[in-house]
């Protein structure tokens, strides 16, 4: 894959997130929306709850809210 098409900033961990806990991205950003409205580092907890490390759970947290913001 060219430097082009890899993904950048918290996406970049997508494929190691699907790959160690065995669900699609959907599926963790599906539980952050069900917990919203609620600050950020409480979204991290949610994720920590169902498994993920921190970094994962920050990186697919960070990647959701500003997806969301766009919208």
């Not at 806990?21 to 907890?45: F, N, T």
Request: avoid cysteine.
């Amino acid at each position: 894959m060219s430097d082009e098409h890899k993904p950048k900033g918290p996406a970049s961990y997508f494929p190691s997130i699907e790959k160690t806990y065995g669900q699609p991205i959907a599926h963790w950003q599906a539980i952050v929306r069900s917990a919203v409205p609620a600050k950020h580092r409480e979204l991290v907890a949610v994720l920590k709850q169902h498994g993920l490390g921190h970094g994962h759970a920050n990186a697919i947290v960070a990647h959701t809210l500003a997806e969301d913001a766009k919208d």
